[in-house]
Nanobody, 121 residues
Framework: QVQLVESGGGLAQAGGSLRLSCAASGGTFGNYAMAWFRQAPGKKREFVTSINWSGGDASYAESVKGRFTISRDNAKNTVYLQMNSLKPEDTAVYFC??????????????WGQGTQVTVSS
C-alpha cells in the first residue's frame, strides 16, 4: 500500500551535514509512524530514529542524540532526517520505514530501498 523513496544521501566530511528525505505514496501518511534505520557494511541493520503519526513524539538512538533530528510534513507526505556533526561511523545505507499507527506489532511494515551516506575522516 505504501511506497517509500529515500533521497539526499551522499558524501560528507566529518563534522559536516546532510539532510535525507523520504517521500511516501500510496497511503494516508498521517496514519503511519515513521522511522530511519541504517546498515553499515558487515553489520546488522540498526535503529536510528522514529517519529509518531503527528510529529509530536520522536525517539533517537543514543549514538545520534543531539546530532540528528527527525521531522515530518504530513501535507507533503515526507519525513526528513537532518544529520549534523557527522562522524565516519555514521557511514551506512539509510532506510526509511513506515508502520501503520493502528498496528499492535512493533515491526515496520514498509521499507524504502535505502540511500548511501558516506562520511570521510
Amino acid at each position: 500500500q505504501v511506497q517509500l523513496v529515500e533521497s539526499g544521501g551522499g558524501l560528507a566530511q566529518a563534522g559536516g551535514s546532510l539532510r535525507l528525505s523520504c517521500a511516501a505514496s500510496g497511503g494516508t501518511f498521517g496514519n503511519y509512524a515513521m522511522a530511519w534505520f541504517r546498515q553499515a557494511p558487515g553489520k546488522k541493520r540498526e535503529f536510528v530514529t522514529s517519529i509518531n503519526w503527528s510529529g509530536g513524539d520522536a525517539s533517537y538512538a543514543e549514538s545520534v542524540k543531539g546530532r540528528f533530528t527527525i521531522s515530518r510534513d504530513n501535507a507533503k507526505n515526507t519525513v526528513y532526517l537532518q544529520m549534523n556533526s557527522l562522524k565516519p561511523e555514521d557511514t551506512a545505507v539509510y532506510f526509511c520505514a513506515a508502520r501503520w499507527t493502528y498496528s499492535r506489532s512493533p515491526d515496520y511494515d514498509y521499507w524504502g530501498q535505502g540511500t548511501q551516506v558516506t562520511v570521510s575522516s
